[in-house]
């Protein structure tokens, strides 16, 4: 565990870490692996994405994007509503998805004690 805290705390510091543009949802509507597998096949056909990330126990969606490339946050929305699910919560934050998915595992383990 102190491995990963101090791995996430350098790879924070980094500066590649703040040129990374990510969109990170919350998604209502997912209420099984499949609609999680779902909305992770069409946010990998996007051809800006570097990495995808779709948690349903948290309901949260992420999309890193390539380095100079973008996707609109109502591009973005747009391919969530056309999978079948709402977006609620949706903003762009200078991580990667490897520092979200590490969050979410934190804050899951967390509300597990």
Known sequence: ???LLITLMLSAMTPAAFAVTTIKAEVNGMVCAFCAKGIEKKLNALPQKQEAFVDLKSRVVALQLKDGQDVSNEA??????????????LERVNQTVEVIQAEVARAEKAGSK
């Not at 973005?76 to 919560?89: E, L, R, T």
Request: proline fraction near 0%.
């Open 1 to 3: 565990m102190k491995k």
């Open 76 to 89: 973005f929305s747009k391919v969530i509503q056309d999978a079948g699910y709402a977006v609620g919560k």
